[in-house]
């Protein structure tokens, strides 16, 4: 907002920049050119009314200094008016253009805002003991609805969690996303255990590939980290299918990364063969934290191509942040990635970014307490 402010000094810039230059140059210099572009750079920043007013300040500037060099005649006083004037109407058209794409921008926005909050909900804060926090990070800022993807739900067999990223972009992914998404709200609540879980998971991306048709028939597949957390939080099930793993962050700021004990392709490749994915258990102490992340994360790069490694970096952060105050929240958590994934990139954002954390308070010894079904 500041510099926003700062922005619209721009075109009083250029008039005093316009006056320095004719008081120190000949008198068959003239600076009037400088001055006609004073109303065109309002044109972005100014209303119509501020940029008729530069306008007419231009204008004023100009018999001034024309005046003071003696210069004020057709050639140099009448005609460089008459430019002047048609230079702010021009400004004006410009800025009612602009403003017109601004406002179909913003609208448009909104409507993907709405879009994205329908297709993928912003999780539950807290679900009994177990915090939660969410972020979705568009590779472009246009496009808020994207291929990556998380749902935390509770179930009678647990708090069920699942984090994934669909192959390609656009409406075809958002499908993709939804069924995914339906899959799991509805297996979730059904599947007694996680294997069965993951094959309805597969079957649903079936389906939804046999109804797309062509390279999504044949192609069409979703990488993907299923979780189910034991009623007394005490250790926490992994299902990975082709997914970046999750990190395990512990109360001292200490992060292990959760492997697949075996490794396992994306969900949606069932024509080509029939895998079994293991179900990894680990432990899930009091003070702990699930971090869960696509691969804009892991495979985000800086300027010599080095990929960014939470492993590594995200340890220090929070070490740090420890010192100089409370123990980080979820939310803070995610924040801290954000960041730092940015700075590891320089801000080039290259992929979009899921990132899901759930955390055990350190007091936390009880089970998930769920509310009543009705």
């Not at 050119?33 to 530069?54: D, H, K, N, R, Y």
């Not at 008459?82 to 406002?103: D, E, K, M, P, Y």
């Amino acid at each position: 907002m500041v510099r926003q402010r700062r922005a619209q000094w721009i075109p009083v810039g250029v008039i005093a920049l316009a006056v320095v230059i004719d008081l120190v140059t000949p008198t068959d210099v003239t600076s009037a050119p400088l001055l006609a572009t004073a109303p065109v750079a309002a044109a972005p920043l100014l209303s119509p009314v501020g940029i008729v007013a530069v306008g007419v300040l231009s204008m004023i500037v100009h018999v001034i200094l024309a005046r003071v060099d003696h210069t004020f005649g057709w050639h140099g006083g009448v005609a460089n008016q008459l430019t002047l004037v048609a230079v702010t109407v021009l400004a004006v058209l410009i800025n009612r253009t602009l403003t017109g794409q601004s406002a179909r921008t913003r609208r448009a926005r909104q409507v993907a805002a709405v879009a994205q909050a329908a297709v993928l909900p912003r999780p539950p804060s807290r679900l009994g003991d177990l915090a939660i926090a969410a972020r979705y990070i568009p590779a472009e800022d246009e496009a808020m609805i994207g291929g990556d993807l998380y749902v935390v739900q509770d179930t009678p067999h647990g708090v069920r969690v699942m984090v994934g990223d669909v192959r390609g972009k656009g409406l075809g992914a958002v499908s993709a996303v939804c069924a995914d998404l339906g899959a799991f709200r509805y297996a979730a609540d059904e599947a007694e255990d996680l294997p069965r879980l993951v094959d309805a998971l597969e079957w649903a991306l079936l389906r939804e590939g046999g109804r797309r048709g062509g390279q999504e028939e044949d192609e069409g597949f979703t990488t993907a980290l299923i979780a189910e957390f034991a009623a007394g939080l005490d250790t926490v099930r992994i299902v990975n299918r082709g997914h970046p793993p999750p990190l395990l962050l512990d109360a001292r700021g200490g992060a292990a990364v959760l492997g697949p004990s075996r490794e396992a392709p994306p969900l949606g490749m069932g024509d080509l063969g029939t895998w079994q994915a293991p179900v990894d258990t680990f432990a899930f102490p009091p003070g702990s934290t699930l971090l869960c992340y696509t691969d804009g994360v892991t495979e985000a790069r800086d300027e010599n191509g080095v990929f960014y490694d939470a492993a590594v970096r995200l340890p220090h952060l929070l070490r740090h942040r420890s010192l100089v105050g409370d123990p980080p929240a979820p939310a803070q958590i995610l924040q801290l990635l954000i960041d730092d994934v940015g700075r590891h990139t320089g801000g080039r954002i290259q992929d979009d970014q899921a990132l899901l954390a759930l955390h055990r308070p350190a007091g936390a010894t009880g089970p998930v307490l769920r509310p009543p079904r009705v």
